[in-house]
């Protein structure tokens, strides 16, 4: 499971993979169906998560039923437990949304919940994050997961989500971190090769690996940068049960 799945990832376009890749993994899930661990997500139990990775595939990271991995279980928690989002009605922004969230966020916001993408096709609105084509101070919420690695100037596109957020609104700005963590953001656009990208930044479609200097990244942009250690204020019992990584820092922008 853990060889087919890397397969599928680091070769198989993800919009693809998004329209079909969901059944097939929820018949899978049939055969891991226990109590250990729980999606918060989709409140699914299983024996283990299923894993999920690239190069060298993680365990007990995806969920069969939603497709949650570990970070969307965590951010479903930390804006269930530290944020009004379950609470209030919010206009959210969902910038390259997850099939995790989609429906359960709609369920909740309504049509104040916007999903926008320059290609995949669970988006309702065709954007570019460089230039996102709504006014400012349009949103309560943006969220923004692992998507800046991706694209050609994060700066541009965090001053973007800062124009469009409210004056105290928040955004969840999570990217890749990995070791060996340098102390500098390493990033070069000019490097086409797929190889190349995924030996240099870990993976063949980013552009730059973030290193420790990531909060003031996020301050270039005019955002207040948050380093909250949530996940280390669940007892380890209910970091094992959801499947989460202990010490995974949650990355917030908050619009003066």
Same mark, same amino acid.
């Given at each position: ?186 990033? *070069?656009?000019?490097? #086409?090769?797929? @190889? &190349?990208?995924?030996?240099?930044? $870990? ?6 690996? %973030? ?17 909250? *250690?949530?996940?280390? #204020?669940?007892? @380890? &019992?209910?970091?094992?049960?959801? $499947? ?6 949650? %990355? ?5």
């Amino acid at each position: 499971m853990k060889k087919v799945i890397s397969w599928l990832i680091r070769f198989v376009p993800r919009k693809y993979l998004q329209r079909v890749g969901g059944f097939g993994l929820k018949v899978v899930g049939l055969f891991y169906r226990g109590s250990a661990v729980t999606c918060p997500v989709c409140n699914t139990s299983y024996r283990t998560f299923l894993p999920y990775g690239r190069i060298k595939p993680r365990p007990n990271a995806l969920c069969p039923q939603c497709l949650s991995l570990e970070r969307h279980r965590l951010i479903w928690l930390y804006l269930q437990e530290k944020t009004t989002f379950f609470t209030a009605p919010l206009r959210v922004l969902h910038i390259a949304p997850e099939a995790c969230f989609i429906p359960r966020f709609e369920k909740l916001h309504g049509d104040r919940y916007i999903t926008g993408d320059i290609e995949s096709p669970l988006a309702k609105v065709k954007m570019d994050i460089h230039a996102i084509p709504f006014p400012e101070n349009s949103f309560d919420a943006v969220l923004c997961n692992h998507v800046l690695e991706h694209v050609q100037d994060d700066i541009q596109a965090m001053r973007e989500i800062c124009r469009v957020l409210k004056p105290g609104g928040f955004s969840i700005l999570q990217v890749p971190l990995f070791g060996p963590l340098g102390d500098v953001t390493v990033e *070069d656009t000019t490097i #086409t090769d797929p @190889r &190349e990208r995924e030996r240099l930044f $870990g993976q063949d479609d980013h552009v730059r690996k %973030y290193g420790r200097d990531y909060p003031r990244r996020i301050e270039r942009a005019g955002l207040r940068a948050i380093e909250d *250690d949530f996940v280390n #204020t669940l007892s @380890r &019992e209910k970091q094992k049960a959801y $499947g989460l990584v202990p010490g995974e820092i949650l %990355y917030t922008g908050i619009k003066p």
